[in-house]
């Protein structure tokens, strides 16, 4: 096990690996808000998502009620803060259109357009 003082010698020592870390990093997560964004859309056949595909960062505020939260919680297994932000670095990439689905199935979008 490397000793914590150790941990930023080494990417001092090694930036370009360090570099190209992060750049995989800021792709993942921009796929990931692309294909959330998407698949919200469609199953909604709304472009109301779009703000998910041009934000930055590793979170969202979604708007969700706090009842919404739970449901997705209790009958999904969904996790969200108690204000609707969605963790986009968490999310699996195998999940995104079951998520996608079931928050479509909450309330606050039922019959939401544009």
Not at 43 to 49: I, N, R, S
Not at 67 to 80: A, C
Request: contains cysteine.
């Amino acid at each position: 096990m490397k000793h914590p003082l150790k941990l930023p010698v080494f990417y001092l020592v090694q930036p370009s690996e360090w570099i190209l870390e992060i750049g995989r990093m800021q792709k993942r997560m921009v796929s990931l808000r692309k294909k959330l964004s998407k698949s919200l859309q469609n199953k909604l056949q709304t472009d109301y998502f779009t703000f998910l595909s041009v934000q930055n960062g590793m979170f969202s505020l979604l708007p969700i009620s706090e009842e919404g939260i739970m449901t997705l919680r209790k009958e999904n297994g969904i996790y969200l803060m108690p204000d609707g932000r969605v963790n986009i670095a968490s999310l699996p990439e195998n999940k995104i259109d079951f998520i996608a689905s079931k928050i479509c199935t909450l309330k606050e979008f039922k019959n939401r357009k544009s």
